[in-house]
Nanobody, 124 residues
Framework: QVRLVESGGGLVQPGGSLRLSCSASGRTFSSYGMGWFRQAPGKEREFAAA????????YYEDAVKGRFTISTDKARNTVYLQMNDLKPEDTAVYYC?????????????????WGQGTQVTVSS
């Protein structure tokens, strides 16, 4: 029904930038919105950013505010995460997800569909 494929991860030096893409197929625009989560080694998956279709409102985890920007291109069915001024603590696998339950933008359980993830490594 819904398929999400992330790309754009890689190795970048501290202070650098990356743009992650999430190519979506299926009924993603029937969802409440899309989100990006991340999981660092040995840690639980955590919320990073989200966008709601209604009003295009965006949400960010405090640690990424001012550095990350979530956006969408509906014509391409793609969600982006522009990441600037990257820090070593941003190193993680980044996952794109579609929220079909509306339980809360930061609640992983609200997102019923997930991509396979893309690795982001910030290191000198």
């Amino acid at each position: 029904q819904v398929r999400l494929v992330e790309s754009g991860g890689g190795l970048v030096q501290p202070g650098g930038s990356l743009r992650l893409s999430c190519s979506a197929s299926g009924r993603t625009f029937s969802s409440y919105g899309m989100g990006w989560f991340r999981q660092a080694p040995g840690k639980e998956r955590e919320f990073a950013a989200a966008i709601r279709w209604s009003g295009a409102r965006t949400y960010y985890e405090d640690a990424v505010k001012g550095r990350f920007t979530i956006s969408t291109d509906k014509a391409r069915n793609t969600v982006y995460l522009q990441m600037n001024d990257l820090k070593p603590e941003d190193t993680a696998v980044y996952y794109c997800a579609a929220d079909f339950l509306g339980l809360g933008v930061t609640t992983a359980a609200s997102y019923g569909y997930w991509g396979q993830g893309t690795q982001v490594t910030v290191s000198s």
